[in-house]
């Protein structure tokens, strides 16, 4: 479930500006979805698992909250970012 650092390098390059870019809204919501894919499956193998849905649950909110953020600020990139992650808005 933990995300490996060469899993995040990768990530970053893909959706950043730079090798350093770790903050920016896009890197963000491609590292919270690969987080909220890992979870998803977890959940699945153990369904009574609450704490985990509820984290699951925190991680998808905040993807909502920076993809609306995105939108707001850049629609080009949002429409990218939402095309390369294969997310459906």
């Not at 933990?2 to 919501?29: H, L, M, N, P, Y």
């Not at 649950?57 to 850049?74: G, N, S, T």
Request: overall charge positive.
């Amino acid at each position: 479930m933990v995300i490996t650092s060469e899993d995040k390098r990768k990530i970053v390059q893909d959706f950043g500006s730079s090798d350093q870019d770790t903050g920016s809204s896009a890197v963000q919501v491609a590292l919270l979805t690969h987080k909220i894919l890992a979870l998803t499956e977890h959940c699945k193998k153990h369904p009574k698992d609450y704490s985990t849905r509820r984290g699951l649950l925190q991680m998808v909110c905040d993807r909502k909250k920076l993809l609306a953020y995105l939108a707001r600020i850049d629609l080009a990139a949002y429409r990218s970012v939402i095309q390369k992650l294969g997310l459906r808005r």
